[in-house]
């Protein structure tokens, strides 16, 4: 006879769980028949009462995953609670980075605008423009005007 050593799944293994679970309760239908009614309301009573531990050993085991998924943030920031400057400087880092891409945004834009501004200067100072034309009010229109 061979051994064969299998690895289920979690799904694999909850299936297999509950179709023995099927069975037994199966078994014990047919076997509480043949008993007797107070033997029948004690099976019952006791049943219910497994079903509500089982019930609260599955909410303790989840609120102990919870807790342990905390906890595993917390180990990774330091632990306890000296790990607290640590999520505030985590949580206004990005406002830090935001007003910091702000600030770079201005500058850039204002180094453009003065660009733009230099440049038409260099164009009228380097054109041979009577002096007259700058004070005309077409002029600065002119200027306004965008170049194409």
Same mark, same amino acid.
């Given at each position: 006879?061979?051994? /064969? ?15 023995f ?17 107070d ?27 919870? /807790? *342990? ?11 306890? @609670? ?11 880092? @990005?406002?830090?980075a ?13 180094? *453009? ?5 230099a440049?038409? $200067?260099?164009?009228?100072?380097? $054109?041979?423009v009577? @002096? ?15 170049? $194409?």
């Amino acid at each position: 006879m061979k051994n /064969q050593n299998t690895i289920l799944s979690s799904s694999g293994l909850e299936t297999l769980q509950a179709r023995f679970a099927l069975r037994v309760t199966a078994q014990l239908n047919e076997a509480s028949r043949e008993l007797p009614h107070d033997v029948t309301e004690r099976l019952k009573a006791a049943r219910e009462h497994a079903l509500e531990r089982a019930r609260l050993a599955r909410r303790a085991e989840a609120a102990t995953q919870v /807790q *342990t998924a905390g906890g595993g943030v917390a180990a990774l920031l330091g632990g306890g @609670p000296r790990s607290d400057w640590w999520l505030k400087l985590a949580s206004v880092l @990005p406002l830090v980075a935001l007003v910091i891409g702000f600030v770079l945004i201005e500058h850039v834009h204002t180094k *453009t605008q003065i660009s733009a501004a230099a440049e038409i $200067d260099a164009a009228l100072l380097a $054109d041979d423009v009577p @002096p007259a034309a700058y004070s005309d009010p077409g002029f600065v229109e002119f200027l306004k005007a965008p170049r $194409d």
